[in-house]
């Protein structure tokens, strides 16, 4: 018997390693994919995406159809329309994201009034108050003061009101050298607005007062002598009296600011009535989609129309141009239009090259006094 064979018989026989039992291997396996699964967990949870179950079949089906925009919010008010073409269904107002705008006090009551806004045709409404006791109209002084009637010989008609006029007398001398007949409102409270007015009524200019009125945030100043809701009928016709008699001339007012103000039954009663004794017009503004302009005007028998364009909410020339080309479409559709815009360089430039081409394109500008005659609150 060899050394060897002594060895083996006093040692044993001899073990095999760890790591070649099977059992070992198995656990090994084991603990490898439970510490690979418990990772992934971890990844998963850490950038926020679970991952979800695959139904069966689900590669089989189609594509969902992508979704572009929201089924259209009801419509505000009876007989709500818009200047759009083919969006009839759209709401009365589709107030844009609010974009303040430093250079127009009034532009920046517009965070809940459109850039487009559709009071054409303006449909009869049930009253929403009593009906007021009229006293007899006055003698039609927006008829002795507006330009003579615009033919129009069947075209659409544009009716393109500045106003804020008169503070910044530069910018508002080069409004005033654009081509007529624009209808150009003074503030009441603009210096040397007498000269400034019948300067531009002498370029052939129609002319309307723009009256400061309450806005909804007290941080913004519509001016002196602004009608005011709660102040008291009195108080209110002896700031109109003030306001009207600044200058004269003019066919009728619109609000400057106003959207507290306009939205005021009981207030814009007062104004109606004194307009209806001195036999002047209204100009609805729209800086708020509350305002009860129409409706009260047309209780108290006072010509009126509205804004349907606002042009220079963002005073940048191209999105002024864009704005006149809504309001190229919303005469189209409508008959007329009326845009309103403010003595903004971008303005002004815009005006400047769109209005030598207007005829071309088969539409008529007019003074706003003929959309009065022949719209519905004329």
């Known amino acids: 018997m060899g050394r060897r064979d002594v060895r083996r018989m006093l040692m044993g026989p001899k073990k095999k390693p760890l790591w070649e039992k099977p059992w070992f291997l198995i656990t090994l396996m084991v603990v490898v994919l439970a510490v690979g699964v418990g990772v992934g967990l971890g990844i998963s949870r850490w950038t926020g995406k679970t991952p979800k179950p695959v139904p069966m079949g689900a590669l089989e089906q189609p594509p969902a159809p992508v979704v572009t925009g929201a089924p259209p919010p009801p419509r505000f008010g009876p007989g709500a329309r818009t200047g759009e073409e083919g969006e009839d269904d759209r709401p009365l107002l589709q107030p844009p994201p609010p974009r303040p705008d430093p250079g127009s006090s009034e532009a920046l009551e517009f965070g809940h009034a459109s850039e487009v806004v559709s009071l054409v045709p303006l449909q009869p409404s049930t009253p929403t108050t009593p009906q007021p006791k009229l006293q007899p109209p006055g003698a039609a002084l927006w008829l002795k003061n507006a330009l003579p009637l615009a033919k129009a010989n069947g075209r659409p ?32 409270y603009a210096e040397d607005v007498v000269r400034q007015s019948h300067d531009a009524r002498a370029r052939g200019h129609e002319l309307m007062m723009h009256v400061p009125m309450q806005p909804q945030s007290a941080s913004y100043d519509p001016g002196p002598e602004v009608l005011e809701v709660g102040v008291g009928a009195d108080e209110i016709r002896r700031r109109l009296d003030w306001d009207l008699s600044r200058f004269d001339g003019y066919i009728g007012i619109n609000n400057h600011m106003g959207s507290r103000f306009t939205s005021d039954p009981a207030g814009m009663g007062v104004v109606m009535a004194e307009l209806r004794k001195r036999g002047l017009a209204f100009i609805d503004s729209v800086t708020s989609e509350r305002t009860v302009g129409a409706e009260v005007a047309r209780q108290y028998g006072v010509p009126f129309t509205a804004r349907h364009v606002f042009l220079d909410n963002d005073q940048g ?19 007329f239009a009326v845009a309103i815009g403010h003595p903004h360089d971008g303005t002004i430039e815009a005006l400047a090259g769109w209005l030598p081409g207007l005829e071309a394109k088969g539409l008529v500008l007019v003074p706003v006094s003929t959309v009065l005659r022949i719209g519905p609150g004329g």
């Open 157 to 188: 008609m544009i009716a393109i009101i500045i106003d804020d006029l008169g503070v910044d007398r530069r910018r508002s001398e080069r409004i005033a050298a654009l081509k007529a007949p624009l209808t150009l409102s003074y503030m009441t």
């Open 317 to 335: 020339i191209a999105h002024v141009r864009s704005q006149l080309a809504k309001t190229e479409a919303y005469a189209k559709k409508h008959g």
